[in-house]
């Protein structure tokens, strides 16, 4: 993708900020804790454990020791999802220890191979999920996460020298401008120019569990200690292109936050006419 | 995407099919059931549920139901998540009973909005993990899964008359060939017609999530009783890109099993120079 010859140019349409701000506006106010939890897990009267499951302060730094782990051992998903459900499972005991981390293994390579949203990620949203609620309030941390990821110099983590699981020394980084397994590897390997299965590709996965294991500790802490602020947003396009194609647009014909132009040609927005009649081939 | 002037027609490249079969081949042999666990779950010496969580035989039909209304209550990921741990609750009872079904709220909409991962293909590959194992075997339950789904008609499921969630009666089907939640919406909103915020819309994610619980519940079964057999495969572009930019591949920069040309320009592979010139601005 980054090879090809696309017109990647950021453009000015909507830089008035107005419509673009209306249409990607996201919660970026302190969101308050609902229902802390004492540890111990609630029921419901048929007996079964109720959500969200009990809440006990996380260690950032512990999380990304066993994000990095855990990604050696058993993949990307894997490690994200252990580094808060081993803490949890340590510090809370039952119901953590019903659930083994091995239920998300498959989210490994984006999914069973198939690289589509990246591993870590969907460890980590699932980590969020498991005790953060209401619903709206966690589909903001994960929003959050998402958004972070996408604009972050993966990978910055680095394990104690001469204990590295696949490659020792630094690393190049790379920053992804997706949630995508396809598109955060292809990047890196571009800008490191290391193949997308070598060990050092590898190492670089197991650091960016390690990250994102870390920010997913922050975010849950911070939730809990009502100090949560979402920091980040969708990529510009999304605000811009989502004016027509999104919810309440004249065309409202697909959904999403994902960066449009990584996928689709940029737009000349000073001339909206021109890409009508490109797309209904006029 | 599907609006824009792309050349989307088929290649002959590789069209003999050594090459690409030898890339893209899957084990679509017979795969053997491993480890059958009765119903009662293993715990490992310190007291914690192991992996994978006891199987009991899934109703089918019933997965559908269950996702069905799943999606009416908690959109699609937990829709198809719990039309199987439903089912297991019932059956084995713990540790089931441990593990609420709304943990995987977050796969709505893609991921908290974002549209990656079809959130009901979320929802399904985690159950398929909770069951099923080794890890090289669950993985190629959840490639079936993503493989059929990339090539079904969805939506099929019919919900009994005058029971409809969102919207009575038979709705227009679609192709979606991608595991992702934005091109599946995009492309059924372009073959039904209707808007990506619809009641119709979500009623055919809701009819989708049933048909995605059907099989996954159909999956799991036919590995437990040792009839799974892969029939479906990635796309015919994944085979084709990857024998150079996959694995083993001269440029190995990337990898991945979703369709190449959803979001690359395609490529004249009669005319592979014209790509590298294209390619390298030569």
């Known amino acids: 993708m980054a090879e090809e010859k696309k017109t990647m140019s950021r453009r000015s349409f909507l830089t008035n900020g107005a419509v673009a701000a209306g249409t990607i506006a996201i919660g970026g106010g302190l969101l308050g804790g609902f229902n802390f939890n004492p540890a111990k897990a609630d029921e419901n009267a048929n007996g079964r454990v109720a959500w969200p499951l009990p809440f006990a302060t996380l260690d950032v730094e512990k999380a990304k020791v066993i994000g990095y782990k855990g990604y050696m051992a058993n993949q990307c998903c894997y490690g994200a999802f252990d580094a808060v459900m081993e ?6 005991g039952y119901p953590y220890t019903a659930i083994p981390s091995e239920i998300m293994l498959w989210g490994g390579t984006g999914g069973a191979g198939y690289a589509t949203l990246c591993g870590a990620l969907i460890g980590a949203a699932t980590a969020i999920n498991v005790v953060v609620h209401p619903k709206d309030q966690m589909n903001k941390l994960v929003e959050e996460l998402f958004n972070w990821a996408n604009t972050f110099e993966f990978p910055q983590y680095m394990p104690p020298a001469g204990q590295a699981g696949k490659a020792e020394g630094k690393l190049p980084t790379s920053v992804s401008g997706s949630p995508l397994c396809h ?13 997308a299965e070598s060990k050092e590709r590898s190492e670089r996965c197991g650091r960016l569990t390690a990250d994102v294991a870390g920010k997913t500790a922050e975010l849950i802490n911070a939730y809990y200690s009502k100090t949560f602020v979402a920091a980040h947003k969708p990529a510009e396009s999304v605000g811009e292109c989502m004016t027509c194609h999104g919810k309440g647009g004249t065309l409202e014909n697909t959904r999403g936050k994902m960066d449009c132009i990584q996928c689709h040609d940029d737009v000349d927005t000073n001339n909206l006419l021109d890409h009508i009649k490109t797309v209904w081939n006029l």
Chains 1, 2 share one sequence.
């Open 87 to 92: 803490q949890l499972r340590e510090k809370v």
């Open 183 to 195: 598109i955060s590897v292809s990047n890196w390997c571009k800008a490191s120019g290391y193949r």
